[in-house]
């Protein structure tokens, strides 16, 4: 270690052998500076932000790739329910030691999911804490000019409609905690690791940016629970919603739960880390969405309608008989 003024510090030394690789945007000027451009393009620009902390967003043993996809992937998730494409992100780094093979595989995931994407690196910040392990990243996205799509745009009559399936990250993280979901796929391992995957690694739907942008009235990224991100959205709106839960779709591994008495689908509605699209669109809409979403491989499942009036999402079975929930969604506090 060497102690002169112009040796480069702890700090700057990581970020040169595991960031500064990833920061290929012009923008980002190799991280020489302390600031980046992002060129807006005749676009807005679309800015969100969401943290991950060790022990609460992740398991202490979780791989360090996966963590990294992770916390960029989550972000990827808010910008395509706004109808936004990536273009870039900054990120803070809280670490307790500085672990070289931690670090390489962390660096290797983020990378080769920003180049995927199209995201890349612009800058951030570096720093030691006593505390778990923290990443939070700020990821900025384009979007064509007053094209955003709100959380206050729902109608009454529009659809409510969701991508993908719901419920498969909280079974993952079940299973990763030995509950009754990990011993009722005990001889199905391939079950247990698409669960796990579905947890440890979100599938942000950015490939349905501009389906959302084209068709949707209000959207949402289910982060908190389908139900509690549901509920913030007609509050937004200033309307309500009825919801069939039988219709909420749910993958073939989490139906077998389901089935078998291991899961829950008022927990599966309300854990959160879904990161699927929430949105609602005007009927006259919905079957062109569709279209779209099943010509890009998505699938989108409609499983209720927006009605007039104000206070919580109301859920139903298949029968119509009134399902209530303890509790709407994941929260910190």
């Known amino acids: 270690m060497s102690d002169r003024s112009d040796a480069p510090s702890g700090e700057d030394s990581l970020i040169a052998q595991y960031f500064k690789p990833l920061a290929t945007d012009p923008g980002a000027f190799e991280l020489r500076d302390d600031a980046a451009i992002i060129k807006a393009e005749g676009h807005d620009l679309v800015v969100n932000t969401d943290a991950l902390v060790e022990g609460v967003h992740y398991l202490p043993g979780d791989p360090p790739d996966t963590i990294a996809r992770k916390a960029l992937r989550v972000n990827l998730s808010d910008l395509a329910a706004k109808g936004a494409e990536p273009a870039g992100f ?81 079974l993952g993280l079940a299973v990763l905690q030995g509950r009754p979901a990990a011993a009722a796929l005990a001889a199905d391992p391939a079950a247990r690791e698409m669960l796990i995957g579905r947890y440890r690694l979100p ?29 913030k959205l007609c509050a937004a709106s200033g309307v309500t919603a009825d919801i069939d839960v039988s219709k909420v779709p749910t993958s073939p591994a989490a139906a077998m739960l389901l089935a078998r008495g291991a899961a829950d689908i008022e927990a599966m509605i309300t854990a959160g880390d879904d990161f699927e699209i929430l949105c609602t669109v005007p009927d006259s809409r919905c079957q062109a969405l569709a279209a ?21 999402p109301r859920f139903r079975d298949a029968q119509g008989r009134a399902v209530t929930l303890q509790r709407l969604s994941f929260s910190h506090f």
């Open 292 to 312: 779209e979403a099943r010509r890009i491989g998505v699938a989108v499942t409609q499983i209720g309608a927006i009605v007039a009036g104000e206070g919580l």
């Open 203 to 231: 599938q942000p739907r950015n490939t349905l940016s501009a389906v959302v942008r084209d068709f949707a009235s209000a959207s949402i990224d289910v982060s908190d629970g389908l139900a509690g991100d549901l509920a």
């Open 90 to 170: 900054v990120l803070t780094l809280a670490l307790r030691e500085k672990n070289d093979a931690w670090l390489s595989a962390f660096a290797q995931g983020l990378g080769e999911d920003a180049r995927a994407f199209g995201c890349p690196l612009l800058g951030g910040d570096t720093v030691s804490t006593p505390g778990p392990v923290m990443i939070s990243i700020t990821a900025w996205g384009r979007v064509p000019v007053g094209r955003m799509v709100h959380r206050f745009g729902a109608r009454p009559g529009d659809r409510v409609m969701v991508t993908g399936t719901i419920g498969d990250a909280s």
